[in-house]
């Protein structure tokens, strides 16, 4: 007996140390050899930025991409210089996407605006001057004090939400977008994804005139949608209206080619066709071994390899990743939800001012029309912008939103005379319609969905936010840190951990 108890003894003491030390020691499970990460905008470099901070120098991180690195984030030429096409503007809160900047060495200047004026499609309700008191004074006798409660209302929730960098400077991850939101702002936050934008200002109050004519312009201008958008992107959305926006000196793409390098990440060009879970023998512990095969196809035809953790960095709309994923049990749902198309169209030339009635032309010194609802309307905004070089040394340059692209009669009407323009056609963000199902984050084991978090909205800091919860959830899940996934009240942690 004694004899034996001797003998157990170490193996129960070693056996207790394994356990004990379990939740805090990654040593006790073999790290990662291979992440695959699919897509190569903003949110699938910086979550190869991230993976590379957790998981370190040794782990292979391959980067498919079939088509540019930086998705959404692209520039487009117009007579020998480039303009932003897809996600243009940063906000100065945006945390992540300033850090990327710094550390990148990239300059960032802020964006020049000019006046701004609101269209319905038979006169302006609401036009800016070049005097700051009057605009302010004509806010006042138009919407009394809505607009001063909006820029409190929206600024009261931006402050919750920036609690989302404390929790993730100190590494804690989320296993659900629902769940994130909840713990940056309460049942509050999860109300705002359940109701539209209209119905939340409505509760607060917020008047019906002042949210169609200055709320709902800025939904269009920013998602193609007015305000039958979820709450939550409808006040990220407000908040784009700010002043001290800024973009990339250069694109803003420069940031995603910067943080593939940073990353030591490798570039696989190619489309990935499917995913598919494989189990394999491990010859030394005689265990089972989970991995994901990427099948993609390259100029070198269709190849395939394992991952032992697979981030999915795109949409899954069928019309623009088109992935099939094969036995997994259970399956995995179609992620397919509509997305919205804009098209982008830039155009070197004079805006017609009498179109939008105007009679001398030489009055218009507008460089921005946003626009109501109305049927009869065929663009979401207009407005000019700057090359993404030499900002100050374009040619006038109109972009123009539209759900449709634009026909040559509506290029007449709203053109005097163009030189030349370009088209950029996207499937640009999520159709939303509250109340919004957020896919999930974990779509198996060790497969995560950086794209979930465009249905709460759809943003480049969002993109990235959402790419550092998914790399600290992958590292956490791998190494069984459950302490550090999901926790409550840490708002009320962390204030008094320093
Ligand atoms: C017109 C427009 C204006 C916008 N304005 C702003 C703005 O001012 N401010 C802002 O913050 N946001 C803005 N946005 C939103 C912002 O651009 C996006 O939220 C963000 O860029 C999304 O980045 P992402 O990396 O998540 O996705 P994406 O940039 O779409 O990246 C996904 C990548 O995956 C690749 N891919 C897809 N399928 C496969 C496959 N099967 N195999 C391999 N690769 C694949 C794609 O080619 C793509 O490069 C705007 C978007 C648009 C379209
Ligand atoms: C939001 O709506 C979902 C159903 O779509 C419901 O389950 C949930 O309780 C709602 N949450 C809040 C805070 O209203
Ligand atoms: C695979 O890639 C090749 C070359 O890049 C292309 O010609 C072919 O159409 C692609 N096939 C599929 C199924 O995408
Ligand atoms: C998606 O891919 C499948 C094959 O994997 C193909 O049959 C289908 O046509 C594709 N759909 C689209 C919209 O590209
Ligand atoms: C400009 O707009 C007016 C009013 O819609 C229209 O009559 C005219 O044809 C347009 N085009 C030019 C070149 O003036």
């Not at 980067?63 to 503007?89: M, P, Q």
């Not at 035809?301 to 088109?322: F, M, V």
């Not at 302490?483 to 204030?495: C, F, G, P, T, V």
Request: hydrophobic fraction near 40%; aromatic fraction near 12%; charge should be neutral.
């Amino acid at each position: 007996m004694a004899a034996a108890a001797a003998r157990l003894l170490p193996l129960l003491l070693l056996a207790c140390l394994w356990r004990g030390a379990a939740p805090g020691t990654p040593e006790l499970r073999r790290p990662p050899a291979r992440i695959g990460v699919i897509g190569a905008g903003i949110g699938g470099t910086s979550v190869a930025y991230f993976l590379r901070q957790k998981f370190g120098k040794d782990v292979r991180i391959d980067v498919f991409e079939r088509g540019e690195v930086g998705g959404r984030l692209a520039s487009i030429n117009l007579e020998g210089k480039y303009y932003e096409a897809g996600g243009s503007v940063i906000h100065p809160l945006n945390l992540h996407m300033k850090h990327f900047v710094k550390e990148l060495g990239l300059s960032a200047p802020l964006c020049q605006g000019g006046l701004m004026g609101v269209y319905n499609g038979d006169e302006f309700v609401f036009e800016e001057s070049s005097w700051y008191i009057w605009n302010f004074l004509k806010l006042i006798w138009h919407y009394g004090l809505n607009a001063l409660r909006m820029y409190m209302w929206v600024e009261e929730i931006l402050d919750k939400f920036m609690r989302i960098y404390r929790y993730q400077s100190h590494d804690y991850a989320f296993s659900s977008n629902e769940g994130l939101l909840h713990a940056l702002g309460g049942a509050d936050f999860i109300q705002l994804l359940n109701q539209t934008i209209d119905e939340s200002m409505q509760k607060a109050s917020f008047s019906q005139k002042f949210i169609n004519e200055m709320v709902t312009p800025v939904m269009r201008v920013n998602y193609g949608q007015g305000t039958s958008i979820n709450g939550f992107v409808g006040v990220v959305s407000l908040a784009g209206a700010d002043s001290g926006l800024w973009s990339v000196e250069g694109g803003n793409k420069l940031v995603c080619t910067g943080l593939l390098s940073a990353s030591k990440a490798q570039l696989i060009p190619g489309t990935v066709i499917s995913l598919e879970e494989k189990t394999r023998q491990n010859g030394r512990s005689g265990g089972t071994m989970k991995q994901y095969e990427v099948l993609y196809n390259s100029t070198a035809g269709r190849t395939s390899d394992l991952y032992d953790i697979i981030l999915i960095a795109t949409p899954l709309h069928r019309k623009i990743a088109n992935i099939t994923f094969r036995n997994f049990k259970p399956p995995i749902p179609d992620f397919s939800s509509p997305y919205q198309q804009t098209v982008a169209t830039f155009v070197h030339g004079h805006i017609n001012a009498s179109f939008f009635g105007y009679q001398d032309p030489s009055q218009f010194l507008l460089s921005a029309i946003f626009t109501t609802e109305n049927p009869k309307l065929f663009i979401s905004s207009i407005g000019i912008v700057s090359p993404v070089q030499d900002k100050l040394l374009g040619p006038p340059v109109w972009k123009v939103f539209s759900p449709q692209p634009l026909t040559k009669e509506q290029m007449n009407m709203l053109f005097s005379s163009y030189d030349s323009m370009a088209v950029k056609k996207w499937l640009a963000y999520p159709h939303y319609s509250p109340p919004e199902k957020v896919p999930p984050v974990i779509l198996h084991d060790q497969m995560y969905f950086v794209n979930s978090i465009e249905w709460v909205a759809s943003a480049m800091e969002m993109s990235a936010i959402s790419a550092k919860n998914a790399a600290l959830l992958a590292y956490h899940r791998w190494y069984n840190k459950e302490d550090m996934i999901d926790q409550e009240d840490l708002h009320e942690r962390l204030k008094t951990e320093l």
